[in-house]
């Protein structure tokens, strides 16, 4: 045998060993030559009386990471491609029987008669996890590292190489479904416990381990091809499963509002496939598969929550050539809820913080958050009290601006006060080395009228920070008119060093993300307006993708914040840049009622000391009209919540706020949550078509406002049937 | 079309659907078998005469599966001639099988048959025969599929039923059919099972607690609270319903139909067959209707198949005296009076299920001759039946005396 992706090796006692290391990579994937030489070995071992059996194991630290999704991707092209030469029957059936060939490949290792054993070692997840499932015996390592799992489900995708029937036939059906909805990396321990691996033994045994395992004489027979195998929960139609499947039907409905069906699909596959002999049940997995594989949820799902946020996470927008920043030190303005987040991440992170207030008391109020954080972390067991004590002496509070004369980079969390940040730049700048990098962490003030106030405009850049920081994972960095290519890198490097994900946003009022929640939240309250049941636009809201109800996250961002942002847009741009009815329904709210969100725990929801929140009643006086549920168009409710926020996109795009369709989609992924499924605000759009998109903007214009009016990018994006991506999309090649 | 009358019903007394319930002793087959013998008996029924008994089962597996219908007529002493059939459209089966064989006789098809229902709940098991809708991903999960008690539960949320209107609504089914028993109400149809000795079994409806009130209500946890929330029903309820922000529990065992064991048979013919019988038609059935409901709420057909059979036999709700709405849940029945703006003095006045029971594919066979015992009993004319049933359908029937 020729191998490239693997050795091959027979000892004297005929086990053979089949070492996965692939060159020129840094990880073991799964591609068409690996799927060749895999059932070149397969059929050498099931032939030669002479080998015994086969270890497979990796040459890498990790075993693998799965398949090679841009393979995915290349089979849905052939496809596109086959349907134009031979029609939609035969692209099918060719996209059909290629999509399953990995199924089948491991399917013919299961049954080759040899026993075959998978020995693992760090991380062995989705396509390499099925490979070793399909071996009849799993031994992984004691590695802190070694973690197994399925994760497809993350990007959209399930598993179609024998995943979902096999791990149905190992573990309870309940808990097998779990499992397959969750897509966690699982610990040995917990992996073995589950009874996914077979034994955990420590690294430098774990060769001679499975290795005896053949030698002792164990059978190449899976389990459910023994003619006596029961499925651990018995049969489908059985008392057990009767009180199963309701329940994971509905479950499934309560955690993806039904808009995910490759979670569906999980579903199908195993219900039908625990009904069926293995060779049938694998079939019906890879219908579901090859289905799945070609929903626009999938193809939209890898390309920004897997392609697009890699390539965003190793900097596809930092400028070429300059140099990594070196950042061991950072100097936070300003220790009040913000800056006391980021000085808790940049801490946890490894970087020294100097926190600064006015006063050193104020200071140490904002150490005292990561005390919380981290002792909320410790009663949970996933920290340790030595790991509290070394992350706050990392962190330095003082009332002194003379200690950012050794920080790498400063941020200011001063209050959002144009005077406030002024004072706090000009105060900073006297203090820090020349050159340092100079960020704002502002969420309304346009960085370029900021940067004013600096003596280098060049070196000032944004830095947005999404509340609560420790579990938001996207940063916009705000680029001012002046800011400079070592300010972009500088903040990028910073970002990455935090392990969040950036977006690189041009100067607007609201950067990117505001505007489009801006919008959600008006939409929310305009529905209310119009006599929608407010948990009905709550529920609405949800089963439309998004994790927050509008009222309740204007709830959380408070009211009168709200409230204010709308007089700050009036006073700027005049009384018909807003909507009449939100600003009635806010000054009700806020000026009459004294209901200021969250803070006060009076908001749209009242929030009791205990127990849940609840709407709060009063709300019904604030309708003078009542509409009808059961005539309202929920369909058209749903639609309204993401138009609204696409829609916004696709200005910040005309307007040059976004330049680049990835930072749009990751972005609305990560800030706030936008419809995952969909693929960010833009892929939505693009999804549905441009056309389409304006179409539909033109009949909810109609419908509901003229906020819903498409643009004239749009227009013209639709008369020349482009996609965001195709137009905008050039830099993927330039980075 | 020829008309199809009523000339005969009779219903085993209903048993508490339990193993210590008196009926459990007695087989699925017994049961029907009990109902069919009687009604054979007491008419000097000529079976030579009956072209098909049909039978409602909801769980039609083990001893009641494989065509019960034919087994009992046989049991019964029908003769080879007579076949049997066995039906199911889940809560309505006894109520359709009535309409079945109408439908035949009114065809011209049929001269005479047997409508029916046969359910033991205690010997088979509610449930036990499976079927696609509650757990096939591929019509539970589009078809919002929940346990009937957690629709009930939402029905109640929905239109505004508090646990006081459900209790008491539960507590004036049991008053009146005790009231009932104890008037007598019942006599003319209940035929005592008995053994192959003769030996009473049962007489009368066992499930009953007359000495129910508010405040022993009042002590009963609600049923489908943890099933509801653990298992992921309240979500579907909501994502079904938006409006709603939480789904309230009303629903126990004591504002909900009883488990019970029981059968039932009607005989249904055109004129012609009833003079070579030489029986009295009773009751004409004047016109039926079945309808798909929006399957979250389940349990809200009874309002849809009443407008859709009031149009059919051009008549309006005033024109109906009595109404017998099967008391499924103490909110199926509510909504129902609230739709219609029915005075409760029309709608089951001799109680219900929730105190008497429902023995499943029975109840809509026992139903009609208990509202045709009621229009004779009080001199009144027409009455209007109604099963709400699983996955969202609705069966109504209305009579009128001859």
Known sequence: MNLINFRFDLDAQGIATLLWDMPGRSMNVITEQVMDELEAVIGHVGAQTAIKGCVIMSGKDAFSGGADLGMLEASGRRYVEMVQ???????????????????????????????????????????????????????????????????????????????????????????????????????????????????????????????????????????????????????????????????????????????????????????EGLQLPMDLALKVESRWFAHILRSQEARAMIRSLFVSMGELNKGARRPKGEPQARIGKVGIIGAGFMGASIAYVAALNGVDVVLIDRTLEAADKGKAHSHKLMSEQIAKGRAKTAERDSLLARIAPSDDYAGLGDCDLVIEAVFEDRNVKAEAIHKAQAAMRPGTIFASNTSTLPITSLAQNAATPENVIGLHFFSPVERMMLVEVILGEKTGDRALATALDFVRLLRKTPIVVNDSRGFYANRCVLNYVREGHLMFAEGVPPAMIENVARMAGMPVGPLSLNDEVALDLAWRILQATKADLGAQAIDAQQERLLDDLVNRHGRLGRKNAKGFYDYPDKGGKSLWPGLADLQSVKADPDALNIEDMKLRFLVTQALEAARTVEEGVITDPREADVGSILGFGFAPFTGGTLSYIDGMGVPEFVLLCDRLAKAYGPRFTPTELLIDMAMKHETFYGRFGARKAAA | MADAFIYDHVRTPRGRGKPDGALHEVSTLGLATSALTALRLRSHLDTQLVDDVILGCVDPVGEAGGDIARAAALASGYGNEVPGIQINRFCASGLDAVNFAAAQVMAGQHDMAIGGGVESMSRVGIGASGGAWPVDPAIAIPSYFMPQGISADLIATKYGFSREQVDAYAVQSQRRAAAAWDNGHFNASVVPVRDINGLTILARDEHMRPATDLASLAQLKPSFVMMAEQGGFNAVAIQAHPEIERLRHVHHAGNSSGIVDGAAAVLVGNGEAGKAAGLKPRARIRAFANIGSEPALMLT???????????????????????????????????????????????NVNGGAIALGHPLGATGAMLIGTVLDELERSGKSTALVTLCIGAGMGTATIIERV
């Open chain 2, 301 to 347: 057909g009874p309002v849809d198949v009443t407008r859709k059979v009031l149009k059919r036999a051009g008549m309006s709700i005033g024109d109906i005296d009595l109404f017998e709405v099967n008391e499924a849940f103490a909110s199926v029945v509510l909504r129902f009076m609230q739709a219609f703006d029915l005075d409760a003095a029309r709608v």
């Open chain 1, 85 to 271: 030469t031979q029609g939609q029957e035969a692209a099918m059936a060719a996209f059909f029987d290629g999509s399953r060939r990995l199924s089948l490949l491991y399917r013919k290792l299961e049954t080759s008669g040899k026993p075959w054993v998978a020995a693992i070692d760090g991380t062995c997840l989705g396509g390499a996890f099925e490979l070793a499932l399909a071996c009849h015996q799993r031994i992984v390592t004691d590695n802190p590292k070694t973690r197994v799992g399925l994760p497809e489900i993350k990007v959209g995708l399930f598993p179609g190489a024998g995943g979902t029937q096999r791990v149905a036939r190992l573990m309870q059906t309940g808990e097998a479904l779990q499992m397959l909805f969750k897509g966690e990396q699982l610990r040995p321990q917990a992996a073995k416990a589950m009874g996914l691996v077979h034994a955990i033994v420590p690294r430098d045994e774990l060769l001679a381990s499975a290795k005896e395992w053949i030698a002792a004489g164990n059978k190449g027979l899976a389990p459910w091809d023994d003619p006596k195998f029961r499925a651990p929960s018995g049969r489908v139609f059985s008392p057990a499963g009767m009180m199963v499947w309701p329940a994971a039907n509905a479950i499934y409905r309560r955690e993806t509002q039904d808009n995910y069906p490759a979670a569906k699909a999980i579903l199908h596959a195993v219900y």
